[in-house]
């Protein structure tokens, strides 16, 4: 669908584009029927939380349990039964929420990695320089996206863009989907600072991601005892994860608090111009009466 043309749920797009758009490619203010699709700070908020819960469960959980099951069995095998909690929670949203998580589908893929590695090698090394290297596998992924790469006619967005699309998504239920990734087509194409934000969000995770598995590598060939790696290998990636994640949130509640104050000035800017068109209009008036 053209971003210029007339729908019954976008009904004066083409209008509203022209008079948002002071520089072309540059988009001055959010057109008022696409404000549903830009989801409020509170759900901002929400949101995060509930993938910061969610990713702490993956991170925190799997130690503790590695720790537990350390007492009674070999090291190799406390950090297989370690990652089953984990699987089997991404399984069982999966099935509860009918779609498929990429996060989830690399996790699995990493586990079943891990059980076939276990039988071909006993090295708990070995497994866990594996870990590192899916985690090194994702930051890749998500540096990959960066690239405007061309696939069936989808161009491909950074990975951040997405995410944010998907909290979007369920933040409102007053708009079918289809018309909140058309808005935030929209919004990709006409809004310079969206682009640069979530490219950088992107290039930052994807970094974050990348120095675990430097980290990690570095560990396993300076240290000898399993638990010791295992430990500050987690917390390093805790701490990182911790980090990247409160920066997301921070940055994201000022671009929705620059956002707000651009819409405002923007509505502010357009209201004098409709007074002097409407005062210069009058005085044109007035000179063609008096003539």
Aim: glycine letters at 4%.
């Amino acid at each position: 669908m053209s971003f210029h043309s007339a729908t019954s749920t976008t009904p004066l797009l083409g209008d509203a584009v022209r008079t948002a758009r002071a520089v072309p490619g540059h988009l001055q203010r959010v057109p008022t029927f696409m404000q549903a699709s830009v989801p409020s700070r509170r759900w901002i908020l929400h949101s995060f939380l509930d993938l910061t819960l969610h990713m702490m469960f993956e991170l925190v959980l799997p130690i503790g349990l590695y720790y537990v099951f350390r007492v009674y069995f070999s090291p190799l095998v406390s950090l297989l039964l370690s990652s089953i909690p984990p699987s089997m929670a991404v399984i069982v949203k999966g099935i509860k929420e009918r779609r498929v998580d990429m996060m989830g589908v690399l996790m699995l893929t990493a586990f079943a990695c891990s059980v076939l590695l276990a039988l071909v090698d006993t090295d708990p090394k070995l497994y866990l320089l594996r870990e590192s290297a899916m985690t090194s596998a994702m930051g890749l992924m998500l540096l990959a996206t960066l690239f405007p790469l061309r696939w069936k006619g989808h161009i491909l967005r950074p990975f951040m863009f997405y995410v944010g699309r998907q909290i979007a998504s369920s933040a409102t239920v007053m708009l079918p989907l289809d018309i909140i990734h058309e808005h935030w087509d929209f919004f990709w194409h006409e809004w310079r600072s969206f682009r640069v934000f979530f490219r950088s969000l992107t290039a930052m995770w994807g970094l974050g991601l990348l120095s675990e598995f430097l980290v990690r590598l570095v560990l396993i060939y300076t240290m000898d005892d399993i638990d010791d790696i295992m430990y500050y290998s987690t917390l390093y990636m805790f701490l990182v994860t911790a980090s990247l994640g409160a920066i997301t949130v921070c940055s994201t509640l000022a671009f929705r608090h620059l956002y707000n104050l651009k819409q405002k000035q923007a509505m502010v800017n357009e209201q004098r111009e409709e007074i002097d068109r409407i005062i210069q209009q009058a005085r044109e008036e007035r000179s063609i009466g008096s003539s």
